[in-house]
């Protein structure tokens, strides 16, 4: 565990979002308790939590939380959602060791998928049976091909989205969707 982050709020035009409750209560007030089991009353601060801030065309979002960790997923997805109406280009079933990374590659037309197998122990024990759902700026019909591994099963396109299936991911894959030629 290391230090709680806080962040100081100077920008007019910045809009806290929540603010940080410490998670325990006054020790002589029995009646009162807070744990990870409750709906914790705790310490309520001044100190933001989660600030949304208007940078040029775009946003800064600050959550003082680590936000890599799977169980903030969801309160990541509903603020990208609730303030640019982004919507998450890639979603999976895979576990929390395959890491993915979508990059949009405009000067060919594809789009590249990246699965990395990150685990502490080397080599790393393999993942089986998992499945990507990528639906970035996908076009009507798409070729789906491993450029990179062996780890590719097959792939579906289902309403704008392309749901790819691995076999296998040893450590490292490397996939192309782009536009099928006719």
């Known amino acids: 565990m ?25 020790p002589g007030n029995a009646s009162k308790f807070s744990s990870i089991h409750s709906n914790p009353p705790g310490v309520d601060t001044d100190s933001p939590a989660i600030v949304v801030t208007p940078v040029g065309e775009g946003l800064s979002i600050y959550i003082a939380a680590t936000v890599d960790l799977n169980y903030y997923g969801a309160l990541l997805d509903g ?22 990374t ?8 594809r789009i590249l998928l990246h699965l990395v197998n990150y685990q ?14 990528v639906s ?6 798409v070729e789906v091909k491993s450029l ?11 309403d704008g989205t392309a749901e790819i299936h691995f076999d296998r991911l040893d450590m ?3 996939v192309e969707i782009r536009a099928r030629i006719k």
């Not at 979508?102 to 037309?109: G, K, L, P, R, Y």
């Not at 502490?120 to 759902?133: E, L």
């Not at 970035?136 to 019909?141: A, V």
């Not at 990179?148 to 289902?158: C, M, P």
């Open 2 to 26: 290391g230090h709680q982050m806080t962040v100081n709020v100077t920008d007019a035009s910045s809009k806290t979002l929540g603010y940080l409750t410490l998670p325990f209560s006054d």
């Open 79 to 100: 603020i990208l959602r609730e303030h640019t109406g982004i919507r998450w280009s890639c979603d999976s079933t895979a576990p929390e060791c395959v890491e993915i």
């Open 102 to 109: 979508v990059f949009d590659d405009h000067e060919n037309d």
């Open 120 to 133: 502490s122990q080397v080599p790393p024990i393999p993942v089986c049976d998992f499945a990507v759902n």
């Open 136 to 141: 970035h700026r996908l076009p009507g019909d």
């Open 148 to 158: 990179f591994g062996k780890s590719l099963k097959d792939a579906v396109l289902r």
């Open 172 to 174: 490292y894959s490397i």
